[in-house]
């Protein structure tokens, strides 16, 4: 079992930064891939970015490339998201999840957190 809190969201203009870390609690944390999904009002969970369980590989959607960057730190049993040139379209909630593997479709990843809310303002 994988229990995850996400934190770092916020009110930020186009082109600020910000970091969202997700801290999990359970032992398996080390053996799952992780990930950061999205959720904008009216739209499907789309996946923003994954990692998987050491650290070696990573996958990012192709509007966020070159501007988010995916990390985790096993020890912490936390994986972060540092988020810079924000744009308005990048407005949503955002959720991190775990699974065994990086998986492009939302209903494949096991454990979901409860989701920090991103508002990008022009």
């Known amino acids: 079992q994988v229990q995850l809190v996400e934190s770092g969201g916020g009110l930020v203009q186009a082109g600020d930064s910000l970091r969202l870390s997700c801290a999990a609690s359970?032992?398996?944390?080390?053996?799952?891939?992780m990930g950061w999904f999205r959720q904008a009002p009216g739209k499907e969970h789309e996946i923003v970015a994954g990692?998987?369980?050491?650290?070696?590989?990573?996958y990012y959607r192709d509007s966020v490339k070159g501007r988010f960057t995916i990390s985790r730190d096993n020890a912490k049993n936390t994986v972060y998201l540092q988020m810079n040139s924000l744009r308005p379209d990048d407005t949503a909630v955002y959720y991190c999840?775990?699974?065994?593997?990086?998986?492009?479709?939302?209903?494949?990843?096991?454990?979901w957190g409860q989701g920090t809310q991103v508002t990008v303002s022009s």
């Open positions: 999840a775990a699974a065994k593997n990086i998986y492009i479709y939302h209903r494949s990843w096991d454990y």
């Open positions: 359970g032992r398996t944390f080390s053996n799952h891939a």
């Open positions: 990692i998987n369980w050491t650290g070696d590989s990573t």
